[in-house]
């Protein structure tokens, strides 16, 4: 089930990461995983649910994954799906399916996911609050949005690194480093569970939401006959 699809209609975007492909295991390997196994245990998936991951990139996280998850793991660069398709092979990952797709406009059923799960993205995007809205519209009432990025607001532990780190960021992509954490959940429709500073000097945050059931609108008082 790890074959690449094209779905919805994907905005143009700078070839950066399909160039970065080659490179993306190495300046965000690493580095940067301590923050993807915390999130992993965070969004705690268990057998049977469903799992949307935006922005797989090279599928350096999805590994993980328990038996018996079902994942659909999207991203707008092409040259990342597949080198995440060529790592799904050895061992194969079978409950992996990967789709080329703008996390803008997910072309994707409301209230499909159990979980859906969004690390490293959300900096990157043109809208992110229009994608916090995306992930919230597939995320079924009750389950969990996960996200794992640099916000702004959100408390670094280190100042100095926050803004290395940024810097770096900023030569390395087209990055917004200064997303402010409220603003965007309020922008989403999203309130927050938990979050959690991870990775080094506590670059990176780590914010766990609940999707809220639906609100029923209480039934009509019924009139009494006389």
């Not at 990461?17 to 998936?45: E, F, I, K, S, T």
């Not at 991951?53 to 018996?68: C, F, K, S, W």
Request: aromatic share 6%; glycine share 10%.
């Amino acid at each position: 089930m790890n074959s690449t699809t094209a779905l919805g209609s994907p905005s143009s975007m700078p070839s950066l990461y399909d160039r970065l492909a080659p490179l993306y295991d190495v300046v965000y390997g690493l580095g940067l995983q301590p923050g993807r196994r915390r999130a992993m245990a965070a969004m705690a998936v268990r057998a049977g649910e469903r799992v949307l991951e935006v922005g797989i990139g090279t599928g350096l996280g999805a590994l993980t994954y328990p038996a018996g998850v079902s994942v659909v793991g999207i991203d707008l660069s092409a040259a990342m799906l597949r080198r995440a398709a060529h790592r799904f092979r050895r061992p194969p990952q079978a409950h992996v399916a990967l789709a080329r797709m703008d996390a803008g406009a997910l072309a994707l059923p409301d209230d499909t996911f159990d979980a859906v799960y969004a690390p490293y993205m959300v900096n990157v995007v043109p809208d992110p609050v229009a994608v916090g809205r995306e992930l919230r519209r597939v995320c079924r009432p009750g389950g969990r949005v996960v996200l794992l990025n640099h916000f702004a607001g959100a408390g670094a532990a280190s100042p100095v690194v926050d803004r290395l780190a940024g810097r770096i960021a900023a030569r390395l992509g087209d990055v917004d480093w200064d997303i402010d954490l409220g603003t965007f959940l309020a922008g989403s429709g999203l309130a927050a569970l938990s979050v959690e500073r991870v990775n080094f000097a506590g670059v990176s945050t780590l914010v766990v939401c609940r999707v809220p059931s639906r609100t029923l609108h209480p039934p009509c008082p019924s009139k009494e006959v006389s």
